[in-house]
């Protein structure tokens, strides 16, 4: 396994968690679109075995490829932590204080079963990809590797906290179009404000501490209001 991995190129090891992330919610997507009144639990609603599959397969990948990252502590833990909370509240704001209708259609356990052991297995790697798979995959793409690659393309070579200001921009807004068109007003100023911790901190981790501590908050928010669609 390590002389397999070794052959891999460091892009790849950097990029394939994400990659396998997005082409397995493009399944979902496809599925969806063919799925009828007809079709199978499994068509219909392909979120209910996707989203594990995700968290099992991506995390899997990560940990594959933990060696390559080299991530340290995360640094400045007071200014990291206001900006995971600061993008929080971005993200439930227009509901929470602007009014806007509640997002209640989305990710239910107990539309899959009734079974309590099942409810509680599903939820679990439901937060596991929201607390720990998503911001280590998304971090490691947008802020390790795209963020860096933008100044040069063998990324490993740029210093952490280093990008230009075109790496800067194209970020932000491609993260924001990877995101869907309701998100996409709030993951725009997400991006930047990630970026930011990027070049302030020089710190992957601290990264990936901010977008954890955002969706750890918003998943505990989507439990409290039943908002399912913010998952």
Known sequence: MTALKTKIPRTWRYIAAFVAFMALLLVSDILRWLASPDSPWWMQSPAYW?????????G????LFRDT????????LIFTTFIGILVFIIWVAPQAFLGFDPRTDGFQVDEVTSNTGL????????????VI???????????????????NDHFWKVAVGRTNAFGFVAVTILFALAHSEA???AALLTSALYNIVFLKTR??????????ITNLALGIYIMVTKQWGFW
Do not use: N, T
Not at 60 to 63: A, K, R, T
Not at 119 to 130: C, D, E, K, T, V
């Open 183 to 185: 998100d996409r007003p």
């Open 69 to 76: 990252y080299r991530l340290r502590a995360p640094k400045q």
């Open 133 to 151: 798979v998503v911001p280590f995959l998304e971090e490691l793409f947008w802020r390790g590797f795209l963020l860096r690659y933008f100044v």
């Open 60 to 63: 899997w990948i990560l940990w």
């Open 50 to 58: 996707i989203m594990p599959l995700q968290a099992i397969l991506c």
């Open 119 to 130: 409810q509680l297995l599903l939820l679990s790697l439901r937060f596991i990809r929201l």
């Open 203 to 212: 710190s992957v981790a601290s990264c990936i501490l901010a977008h954890a």
